[in-house]
Structure formats: structure tokens, C-alpha cells
């Protein structure tokens, strides 16, 4: 799947994918107050009878979408991922506890949001989603896919938590090119039997950059797009656990319990395997031009490509 | 179905055996503020609320949600008197693998029509509900019993607005006004006010009873049924631990279970 050189938000991908499950009368769209943001608001103009506007009021939103679905509906629900969080207790108590299929969509999650600064950039939204019972869990990397993997949600019975971004990144996948993303499977974008590198979001461009520069250097890598965090791949990690023997994880989110926290703790438990980390330290963001912040806090394809040398390392030193 | 008032009367009795004889076998549980709902939950179930016994998931039946889930004890009462659970149910109460969960749980028990244990999240469950059910052009109504000290929740103010602004006529919550929550009396942890006033404020209809005269019961519940201009609150002044008079008006049932001496003698008032 080569790079195409549009690009796009994966708000935008969230956006168009309502427009297209309208045709299931089951759909319904809850918005508060931030429909222009999270691109819930073309639905709006659409299905207007259809859409839920509840106000700055994230905990009822949750709960009238748990309401709505075990009416039979199948509720869309959005804001910014940082004010999911506010609702974290009611999506965990009343939406995921009975297992009803609310799809929670949470945009301008991570530093790559920029200059709102750190009170929008959630970077823990991943780990604690992932926490719930039966949740699963999905950060896309493009405009494209996020599309799909929304259009892929309606038939999927149980809860959802799906992080988009604001800002735009180059598009990994094309309409016709689509027949390995499903998910729960991870997508193999480029490969390479050096070292894998397994990221998410707005990381997986920098992947795929971090990964041109090591081929610059002789050094062969595999690169996936992680776009869903739980059910994890864990066969893919097998396979390429066995291929590399080492990997590299890259999200924008804080490195405890996202991407790099479940691939972890299935390679400790199952098949330990030299494992770096690319994410967020233990430190909020702040505000500034994406690029700036990306660089700042270390989330750049300069940033994998060090990690990768070092799990190569790693690796060497035990066989 | 439509019970007298005598009908009533006598299955309201039956549940405050049931709240007190699952308690008491789970050694744990809420048989206060079960039995201050318990006149009201009969009353709606036993004239207005329209379910399927045989049918308890029937897709277009009233919804009845159990904000305050802690009342468990009077939902599976209510059910095994109307024939949804059985005796080996209720009096698994509480225990591993039992159906009746310490609090109401939807994925647990058909018949229960919400999942709760968290306070202030019934009434936006219910105007979920209710919104469905306008969309579907269905008649169904909501009804959603809440606690008094569960108003302390702000998330139950987003939802009064947010019913008012989505003009939820099929929306009507009952307010078990008992004083009394967890810790102690309400106004000593924190006063709540005119919760009529309140509701009213809100742009809701609002109409205050005695929520264990069965007869003003039924007929407040019959006007709020055929009330169709806004949203509806009954505020049901009751008596926490109504029925047994050791847990009358005493915080100290709020969640705590008969033992077997009490159990004996409170069946004995219950008789």
C-alpha cells in the first residue's frame, strides 16, 4: 500500500462514514457541542431528525446513547477525546457494563492537536479505554481508513472507543485498496525482517518516514499500522516476534497502557522480545505548532528510528 | 391488566416480605430505601405500566428504569409477585452466578430494563429511551424512579435540561423524596431544596404525592401517564424502611440487612 500524496484528518474519515451507515435507520448521532470539530456535524445537516444534540453536557450524552441502544439503536457519540474522559465512569458503568453497542468517538486526541495545549491533548485515552471489559479500542491512521473502520462498527454489536485527529496526515490507504483492514488486525504497510515497528494514528506516517531512513542506513523494517489497541493482534506480533525479533512501538500517548503497554504485556507473558517504546514520557503537553510539540516531546520519525536501533541492539546482544 | 386498590394493597405487602426475606438470605443489601419505593413501584406496574410476563424483552413494552439500583430488593419483589422471577431467584439474591444482581442489571435479569449501581445515570438512560421510542413513533412511555439524595448528582440536572430541550413527553421520572441517603439524613449532608420547585424550573410538569397513599398513587401516576406536554416528575414524599417500624426513618437500614431476629419480627408486622 504505497503513501498516496492526498492528505486528510481522521475526523474527516469519522465525518464522511456517518453519511454512509445512514442508510442503516438504526444509526442515530450525539453530538455536545462539538460537531463542527469531530465532523459529526454532516451527519447533522443530513439526518437532522436523526441527530442528538445534548450540549456541554458529556456524562448525559453517555447515558442517552446507552439509552438510545438498548432502544435498538446504534448511537454515534462524539466529542474530544479529553472530554470522553469527564465521562469515563458512565461509559464504563453504562454503556460498557451491559454490553450495549454505543460507538464513542473521542477527535483531537494526542500532542499533534497543538496549540489548544495540554488541557486538549489527551494521551491517556487509549489506556483507559482499553482497561474496560469488552471495549474495543481503535486510533486510525488516515482520513481513509477511519472511514472504513467506522463503516465496520455498526455491524459490531458491543461497545466502541475510536480516537481521531484533528490535524491532517498523508494518506496511507486508498478506496481501493482496503481489503486487509479490518478490526483487530493490524495492517502491514511496508516490509522488512530488521526490526518491526507497530504504530498507531498519526504515528504510522512516521513510521513509515523513520522506516525509509533506516532502509537509507541497510536496515530492513516491517512496518503496521496498529489501528485497533484492543482485541490486539497478537498473532501478527507472534509472526513478527519469530520474523524480527525485535520491535518498536510509536504513539502519540503517554507510554503506560496504549500501544506500547499492550504489546508488552502480551511479548512479556507470552514471548519476551526486545521492545522499545515511542510515546509520550510522564508529562503533559503544551501549546505550540504541531511539528514544534512532535518535536519536543520526541514523537518523531528520528525519534523511531533511534528506538529501532536500539530493540536491533537489544536483540544482538542476547543471541 | 389493572389491579384494585385492594389488589394493591395486598401485593405491596407481599413485596416487603420479599425485601425483607431476600436481605435477610443475602446478608447484605438495601431494605430501606426498598421499601420506600415499593408502594410506588406497584402502583405503576400493577395499573399503568405496560409489560409482558411471558415476554419480559418485548421490544415495545414501557421502559421501567430503576435509577436508585441500589432498590434492587423491590424490582425482583416486583417481578416475583408479577411472575417474571421465581422464588429461587429472589432468594438467590446477591449470590455468585444468581440473576439478581446486588444492584438491577439489565444483562442479568430480563425484566430489568437498565443497569444500575451509579447514581444520577437512570435519567438519561430513561430520555435515551424516551427519544428512541419518539423516533420510532412508538406510544411507550419511560418511567424512571430516582433517589432524593441521588439529585446531588449533577449528571441528573444535564438530563432534566436536556429532556425539557428534546420536550420528552413520554418521559416521567418519580422522585422517592425518603430524606434519608448512605450516610445519614440528607439535609445534614446535603440539602437538596424544593425538588419540585426545581424540576419546575427546569420546564418540567411536576406534582408532589404521598407516596404511600396508593390510592393518590395511582391516580398521580394516571395523570402523569396522560400528561403530555413536558416531561413529568412525581415528587413521592415517603418514609424510608416504610412497613417494618424498627426501620422506619432510621439511616441505619439504608444498607444494612435484618438479621434473622429482625427478619422475624418485621414478617410479624408484615403479616
Given at each position: ?7 486528510c ?7 464522511r ?14 453530538e ?69 453497542p ?22 491517556e ?15 486510525p ?118 500501544l ?20 509520550v ?39 | 391488566?389493572?389491579l ?120 438519561s ?7 428512541a ?39 416521567k ?68 424502611g ?30
Amino acid at each position: 500500500m504505497s503513501a498516496r500524496p492526498e492528505s486528510c484528518a481522521s475526523r474527516d474519515g469519522y465525518g464522511r462514514a456517518l453519511l454512509r451507515i445512514a442508510e442503516d435507520p438504526r444509526v442515530v448521532v450525539l453530538e455536545a457541542d462539538l460537531g463542527k470539530s469531530t465532523k459529526s456535524c454532516l451527519f447533522r445537516s443530513e439526518y437532522p431528525e436523526r441527530t442528538v444534540s445534548l450540549g456541554i453536557a458529556e456524562q448525559n450524552m453517555m447515558l442517552v446513547a446507552a439509552g438510545m441502544a438498548s432502544s435498538g439503536k446504534i448511537p454515534f457519540a462524539s466529542t474530544f477525546a479529553i472530554f470522553t474522559e469527564r465521562a469515563f465512569e458512565q461509559i464504563r458503568n453504562g454503556i460498557a457494563r451491559p454490553g450495549l453497542p454505543v460507538h464513542i468517538c473521542g477527535s483531537h486526541g494526542g500532542i499533534h492537536t497543538g496549540s489548544d495545549g495540554s488541557s486538549a491533548q489527551a494521551i491517556e485515552d487509549l489506556a483507559i479505554y482499553r482497561t474496560i471489559p469488552g471495549m474495543t479500542v481503535i486510533h486510525p491512521c488516515d482520513d481513509i481508513s477511519a472511514e472504513e473502520l467506522t463503516i465496520q462498527l455498526v455491524e459490531m454489536g458491543g461497545p466502541s472507543y475510536m480516537r481521531t485527529a484533528r490535524n491532517k496526515t498523508m494518506r496511507q490507504y486508498d478506496y481501493e485498496n482496503m481489503e486487509h483492514l479490518r478490526i483487530g488486525r493490524g495492517s502491514v504497510l511496508r516490509e522488512g525482517s530488521d526490526v518491526a515497528i507497530l504504530a498507531c494514528g498519526v504515528m504510522v506516517e512516521m513510521a513509515l518516514n523513520a522506516a525509509s531512513d533506516l532502509s537509507d542506513e541497510g536496515i530492513e523494517s516491517t512496518v503496521v499500522d496498529m489501528h485497533t489497541i484492543k482485541p490486539l493482534d497478537n498473532q501478527l506480533i507472534d509472526r513478527l516476534s519469530e520474523r524480527c525479533g525485535c520491535l518498536v512501538t510509536a504513539e502519540d500517548h503517554i507510554t503506560f497502557g496504549g500501544l506500547g503497554g499492550a504489546v508488552a504485556e502480551w511479548l512479556s507473558l507470552n514471548r519476551p522480545t526486545p521492545l522499545e517504546m515511542v510515546g509520550v514520557a510522564d508529562r503533559f503537553g503544551e501549546s505550540g505548532d504541531t511539528d514544534d510539540l512532535m518535536e519536543a516531546v520526541g514523537l518523531t520519525p528520528t525519534g523511531i528510528s533511534n528506538a529501532a536501533k536500539r530493540s536491533i541492539s537489544r536483540r544482538n546482544a542476547i543471541s | 391488566m389493572r389491579l384494585s386498590l385492594d389488589e394493591l394493597t395486598e401485593m405491596a405487602r407481599k413485596c416487603r416480605k420479599d425485601i425483607v426475606r431476600m436481605t435477610n438470605a443475602a446478608g447484605s443489601g438495601h431494605p430501606g430505601g426498598s421499601l420506600s419505593a415499593i408502594d410506588l413501584m406497584v402502583a405503576l406496574y400493577g395499573t399503568n405500566l405496560s409489560f409482558r410476563v411471558d415476554e419480559p424483552e418485548w421490544e415495545d413494552r414501557d421502559r421501567f428504569i430503576l435509577s436508585k439500583g441500589h432498590a434492587s430488593p423491590a424490582m425482583y419483589a416486583v417481578l416475583h409477585q408479577m411472575g417474571i422471577l421465581a422464588e429461587s431467584d429472589i432468594m438467590s439474591f446477591r449470590k455468585l452466578g444468581s440473576i439478581c444482581q446486588g444492584h438491577v442489571d439489565m444483562r442479568w435479569t430480563a425484566g430489568v430494563d437498565f443497569s444500575g449501581g451509579s447514581l444520577g445515570m437512570g435519567m438519561s438512560f430513561g430520555l435515551g429511551c424516551a427519544i428512541a421510542a419518539k423516533m420510532d413513533g412508538s406510544n411507550r412511555l419511560v418511567w424512571v424512579m430516582v433517589g432524593d439524595g441521588e439529585t446531588q448528582e449533577g449528571q441528573v440536572w444535564e438530563a432534566a435540561m436536556a429532556a425539557s430541550h428534546h420536550n420528552a413527553t413520554n418521559l416521567k421520572v418519580i422522585i422517592d423524596r425518603n430524606g434519608i441517603q448512605n450516610d445519614s439524613f440528607i439535609d445534614a449532608q446535603m440539602e437538596i431544596g424544593d425538588i419540585a420547585a426545581k424540576f419546575s424550573s427546569f420546564g418540567w410538569d411536576v406534582k408532589e404525592v404521598d407516596g404511600h397513599d396508593l390510592a393518590s398513587v395511582v391516580g398521580v401516576i394516571d395523570w402523569a401517564a396522560n400528561t403530555q406536554e413536558r416531561p413529568v416528575a412525581i415528587v413521592a414524599n415517603t418514609i424510608k424502611g416504610k412497613g417494618v417500624s424498627f426501620m422506619e426513618n432510621n439511616p441505619a437500614f439504608h444498607g444494612k440487612a435484618p438479621t434473622d431476629e429482625e427478619l422475624g419480627l418485621a414478617l410479624e408486622e408484615l403479616a
